[in-house]
T-cell receptor, first 115, second 113 residues
Framework: NAGVTQTPKFRVLKTGQSMTLLCAQD?????MYWYRQDPGMGLRLIHY???????AKGEVPDGYNVSRLKKQNFLLGLESAAPSQTSVYFC??????????????FGPGTRLTVL | GESVGLHLPTLSVQEGDNSIINCAYS??????FIWYKQESGKGPQFIID?????DKRQGQRVTVLLNKTVKHLSLQIAATQPGDSAVYFC????????????FGKGTLLTVNP
């Protein structure tokens, strides 16, 4: 049981390039989330999904797109990377069961640098 | 909305001492709180949670206290060990949202041997 995994672990992009970050979970969780973490800012929610085929915007969605084609995977895309998107990105997942939904389990993170 | 913050950005303690990390929240409708531990280069790890119908919850060496009157919660770590050195986050959920958490900025706990 690997929990939540993320690929890649590190990536350097040039401004304007595109990339996709992959998150996978093997806990059969319904809900999945993408956060970014910046120094002094805490974790901020980018997008989230409450089930396969559904996505919704979080606190800072601009410049990102997501897809949830399979229950276990949640993809985060950057169509045209900007230096402001330099950050550490975390994926998380949680159950849908009543009173169990709230605890989110996190992946190890992807460190992205945009030059 | 929810605003969650921490009183101190850093905390330094001696090994074996008890640590107390504080957190304040702004939304009186918040009904669920979590404490996470994040070690350098890793993702946040769940420590303990508490719902608003409780004042206190204990885990292994950790205790969370919730004071709804002043909208404050704290994480107490007993007999702090070097392995406890990490950044600690509190997160809160507003009552109207089933699954979105608002995170504080974190407190860096350093345990001196």
């Amino acid at each position: 049981n690997a929990g939540v995994t993320q690929t890649p672990k590190f990536r350097v992009l040039k401004t304007g390039q595109s990339m996709t970050l992959l998150c996978a979970q093997d806990m059969n969780h319904e809900y999945m989330y993408w956060y970014r973490q910046d120094p002094g800012m805490g974790l901020r929610l980018i997008h989230y999904s409450v089930g396969e085929g559904t996505t919704a915007k979080g606190e800072v969605p601009d410049g990102y797109n997501v897809s949830r084609l399979k229950k276990q995977n949640f993809l985060l895309g950057l169509e045209s990377a900007a230096p402001s998107q330099t950050s550490v990105y975390f994926c998380a997942s949680s159950k849908r069961e009543p009173r169990r939904t709230d605890t989110q389990y996190f992946g190890p993170g992807t460190r992205l640098t945009v030059l | 909305g929810e605003s969650v913050g921490l009183h101190l950005p850093t905390l330094s303690v001696q090994e074996g001492d008890n640590s107390i990390i504080n957190c304040a929240y702004s939304n009186s409708a918040s009904d669920y709180f979590i404490w996470y531990k994040q070690e350098s280069g890793k993702g946040p790890q769940f420590i303990i949670d508490i719902r608003s119908n409780m004042d206190k919850r204990q885990g292994q060496r950790v205790t969370v206290l919730l004071n709804k009157t002043v909208k404050h919660l704290s994480l107490q770590i007993a007999a702090t060990q070097p392995g406890d050195s990490a950044v600690y986050f509190c997160a809160g959920r507003s009552g109207g949202s089933n699954y979105k958490l608002t995170f504080g900025k974190g407190t860096l706990l350093t345990v001196n041997p």
